[in-house]
């Protein structure tokens, strides 16, 4: 097994296609009421691997990161990379949170709210996925950027 280090590149695939994945699939459960709780269910399983998969991700982009600084324009793109993953993760927390809260108020309350809240309330959801999705493909420009434009691989030599 590769060190550490070396399993951020291999690792990143996972919770791009997760996360990207899952607000679609939440969509599409939305669109076919028959199958809505089973597509919403393996919606939710989608966004909660990928946002453990995002967060292995962080860890081994951090233990990459310290054998890539070299040069001012790579510490630039490293930290802007960073910063993009961490939102990333932070709307993705959010998105996964409130669906949680949704589906814990329901069954607390023994009820579901109205379908024009309940409308209203998904479709911010699937805005706000939206901008998480975005922050990914941003995320991962980023990261393509520092591989193929500044040369550098996560685990090499200083």
């Known amino acids: 097994m590769p060190p550490f280090n070396h399993l ?47 967060l292995l991700a962080l860890a081994t982009g951090d233990a990459a990161e310290n054998l890539a600084h070299r040069t001012p324009e790579l510490r630039v793109a490293l930290n802007a990379h960073e910063l993009s993953a961490q939102w990333t993760m932070a709307i993705f927390g959010l998105l996964t949170a409130a669906w949680l809260v949704y589906l814990g108020a329901s069954r607390f309350l023994h009820r579901e709210p109205s379908p024009r809240l309940a409308r209203s309330l998904f479709i911010l959801w699937l805005l706000v996925s939206g901008l998480g999705v975005a922050a990914l493909l941003r995320t991962g420009h980023l990261g393509g950027h520092m591989v193929h434009d500044l040369h550098t691989h996560g685990g090499e030599a200083p």
């Open 8 to 54: 951020h590149p291999a690792i990143v695939h996972f919770p791009i296609a997760l996360l990207a994945t899952a607000p679609l699939l939440f969509l599409l459960g939305a669109l076919w009421p028959a199958q809505r709780r089973g597509i919403h269910t393996a919606a939710l399983l989608l966004l909660l691997l990928g946002l453990l998969g995002g």
